[in-house]
């Protein structure tokens, strides 16, 4: 009896789930069509110049952005070569990449008969006739090309952007501008006068060369000073009123030094004639005073950029009627 109901049991739920079971491998069967037919990667490009092209498009903006990251570890190369070469690019930099060529689009030549490649056995191939023509392309085969302008080589190959033996990759040229006070600090006393000067303006001009970081070129200097109050004659007592200019040319030698990434300690020594129109008359009439002079400066400079730079600096300026130390500010160009 237990048989009997055993038997149709199994055929009442066999009727009820085969419903179920033909829509799932209906279902089973159409997912598994669709993850055939789906595309690839590599076939999302019709043809092989869109694949190239949108390649060349990646390639260029990586190229741009290598460009950024070189100008920004520019400072590092200038400390490289310092360090192992004991020079200076001085301004010399590149960037690596060429940016001038954009990306386009390469100009087919039907060369090949296009219309016997279009099919075969009777089925059109455009895979086949887009790799046939793009195989007879021989130029600009690299994606890209990298600027070497290298000079010094060893064994036949470029193992530096410059000679290290050659100095002429620091040469340059300097323009400096550089206002200040003058503070006198000598008095003069006689049995006639007693005479002291205030503090003035003073304005200094130099340019020239550099070869590395020495300078040499030649200097303009012009200074100002009036009489104190307290400068008077002793008999008879009268206040004494005047002034004294001086205008002097020189020689000028610097050395810089860096401090600390764009910071700058500067030295500087000058010798040359000076020619100093003084007031100290009792008719207030003029009098000149000419004769060699020397000058010594140092200070800092916060350089901008690879041209442009501010410093702020002590100079000693040596004569013998208003010998005078100065503060000054400069503006200071090299290129």
């Known amino acids: 009896m237990i048989i009997f109901f055993k038997i149709p049991f199994l055929t ?36 092989m110049d869109d694949k190239s092209f949108y390649q060349q498009k990646r390639i260029h903006g990586m190229k741009g952005e290598l460009n950024n990251y070189s100008e920004k570890l520019h400072d590092l190369q200038e400390r490289f ?82 000679n290290p033996h050659d100095r002429s990759n620091g040469l340059g040229f300097y323009l400096f501008l550089r206002p200040g006070v003058a503070f006198p600090h000598k008095i003069h006393k006689s049995s006639i006068s007693y005479k002291r000067y205030e503090p003035g303006i003073s304005t200094n001009i130099s340019g020239g060369i550099t070869i590395d970081r020495f300078k040499i070129g030649v200097g303009g200097f012009y200074k100002f000073n009036s009489f104190q109050k307290s400068s008077k004659f002793h008999s008879p007592l009268v206040n004494l009123t005047g002034q004294s200019e001086t205008f002097a ?36 009439s003029t009098r000149k005073d000419h004769d060699i002079f020397l000058t010594a400066s140092t200070g800092l400079k ?34």
């Open 81 to 162: 070569d310092q360090i192992f070469y004991g020079l200076s690019s001085q301004g010399n930099f590149r960037t690596p990449f060429d940016l001038s060529n954009q990306p386009r689009r390469p100009i087919i030549e039907k060369s090949l008969d296009v219309d016997s490649l279009k099919t075969k056995n009777g089925i059109e191939n455009p895979q086949i006739v887009d790799e046939s023509l793009n195989s007879e392309k021989s130029d600009n085969q690299l994606a890209f090309k990298v600027n070497a302008p290298g000079t010094f080589t060893k064994d036949d190959e470029v193992v530096s952007t410059f």
């Open 12 to 47: 009442l739920t066999a009727f009820f789930l085969s419903p179920f079971a033909s829509f799932f491998l209906v279902y089973a069967q159409s997912d598994y069509k669709v993850m055939k037919n789906s595309k690839s990667v590599v076939d999302y490009y019709d043809k």
């Open 302 to 335: 916060w350089r901008f950029n690879q041209i442009f730079a501010l410093s702020f600096g002590y100079r000693y300026f040596y004569e013998d009627e208003v010998p005078a130390h100065l503060g000054e500010f400069g503006l200071n160009f090299e290129f």
């Open 249 to 284: 040319g020189y020689l000028d030698i610097g050395y810089d030094l860096n401090v600390f990434r764009s910071i700058d300690a500067y030295l500087g020594l000058g010798v040359g004639y000076y020619l100093s129109f003084i007031d100290d008359k009792r008719n207030l």
